[in-house]
């Protein structure tokens, strides 16, 4: 993937490696998008550059029922790190 800028949408914030950002750089990350409403989740693109998707590999997706705190996130991204050896 190339560095960039994450577009998020109906999303309220984006949380890349822990950090409210939505800028991105190449190589792995934790990325967390966060909303206080409910998302249609039929419209989730994933990877989607242009008309082009990403080369590469995806770890985990995981949809959440509630809000995250931007500690709880930071605590994912940490133990993400860990389990990786990153």
Known sequence: MSGGTIS???WDNCYVDGVDTDTITTGRHHVALVSTTDIAMTAFRFGLVNTSY???NVADIRPF???R???Q???EYTAM??????
């Open 81 to 86: 790190r860990k389990y990786f050896g990153v």
């Open 8 to 10: 998020y949408g109906s």
């Open 73 to 75: 996130i930071l605590n």
């Open 54 to 56: 990403m080369e590469g």
């Open 69 to 71: 705190t931007p500690g």
């Open 65 to 67: 029922s509630y809000t």
